[in-house]
């Protein structure tokens, strides 16, 4: 698995915006729908916790809460604000 840094992530999502072209909603949902797939692959019972942030990473998460519980799982979610 590769990690990438905030500034590199950031300069992805804009060069797939510019290119594919995509707008930013829906490139969240293709995000987050590819994730609770995976999700549901590996863990296809249990409940979830998912913890969101400001911004779009925050934005992918409650997505992802979103698909999960739409799809019957059991999902708490928390919304933090580490800039207070």
Do not use: C
């Amino acid at each position: 698995m590769k990690f990438f840094s905030t500034s590199a992530i950031k300069a992805i999502d804009a060069y797939t915006i510019e290119h594919e072209p995509i707008a930013s909603i829906d490139l969240m949902e293709r995000a987050a729908g590819a994730v609770t797939s995976q999700i549901s692959a590996y863990y296809p019972n249990g409940r979830f916790a998912v913890f969101a942030g400001p911004g779009n990473n925050g934005g992918d998460g409650l997505a992802i809460a979103r698909m999960l519980h739409n799809a019957g799982r059991e999902v708490a979610v928390w919304l933090i604000n580490p800039k207070g």
